[in-house]
T-cell receptor
Framework: NAGVTQTPKFQVLKTGQSMTLQCAQD?????MSWYRQDPGMGLRLIHY???????DQGEVPNGYNVSRSTTEDFPLRLLSAAPSQTSVYFC?????????????FGSGTQLSVL | AQSVSQHNHHVILSEAASLELGCNYS??????LFWYVQYPGQHLQLLLK??????LVKGIKGFEAEFIKSKFSFNLRKPSVQWSDTAEYFC?????????FGQGTTLQVKP
């Protein structure tokens, strides 16, 4: 089982560039989410989805867009990258709503915005 | 707003010392509580979780946590740490459709 697959693992962007971080899971999980991890701030929820076609904002949604057209995929889009978005990004999934089951995390994407 | 607070940002212990990491949350309803661990260069792994029942929960690798509802706390403990416990530890609260994480505590265990 692949679990949760994130691509790319590393990315460098210039300010103003756009890109999409990919996330796919093969466990038929309904719940998927994106977090960013910054030193001293833990993991902060960016966006989450409780099923195909349903997304909602987390703690720090500004500057990011998501969509959930299929159960398997939950891409995160940066429309105009800013240095403040330099971070490590983790995608996660779980069955049901994610509140009673553990999250399965991807291996992360280290993003630098210059 | 709901939040999770971890009091210790960086803890340094010698091997065999006892560990207690504090976690408090600010949510008055029914909560589900988690502790995750992130070893250097790896992604997060679940240590233990509490949903209901016995407030003292045991997790992997000898870790345990106690839920004290009156104190809104869910502290993580281990009687005797090992060098391999060096990692970052995150407390999290499960709310409808999402998890909210604390800031994390970096544990460094000296051999």
């Amino acid at each position: 089982n692949a679990g949760v697959t994130q691509t790319p693992k590393f990315q460098v962007l210039k300010t103003g560039q756009s890109m999409t971080l990919q996330c796919a899971q093969d466990m038929n999980h309904e719940y998927m989410s994106w977090y960013r991890q910054d030193p001293g701030m833990g993991l902060r929820l960016i966006h989450y989805s409780v099923g195909a076609g349903i997304t909602d904002q987390g703690e720090v949604p500004n500057g990011y867009n998501v969509s959930r057209s299929t159960t398997e995929d939950f891409p995160l889009r940066l429309l105009s990258a800013a240095p403040s978005q330099t971070s490590v990004y983790f995608c996660a999934s779980s069955s049901v709503s994610g509140t009673r089951e553990k999250l399965f995390f991807g291996s992360g994407t280290q993003l630098s915005v210059l | 707003a709901q939040s999770v607070s971890q009091h210790n940002h960086h803890v340094i212990l010698s091997e065999a010392a006892s560990l207690e990491l504090g976690c408090n949350y600010s949510y008055g309803g029914t909560v589900n509580l988690f502790w995750y661990v992130q070893y250097p260069g790896q992604h997060l792994q679940l240590l233990l979780k509490y949903f209901s029942g016995d407030p003292l929960v045991k997790g992997i690798k000898g870790f345990e946590a106690e839920f004290i509802k009156s104190k809104f706390s869910f502290n993580l403990r281990k009687p005797s740490v090992q060098w391999s416990d060096t990692a970052e530890y995150f407390c999290a609260v499960g709310l409808t459709g999402k998890l909210i994480f604390g800031q994390g505590t970096t544990l460094q265990v000296k051999p």
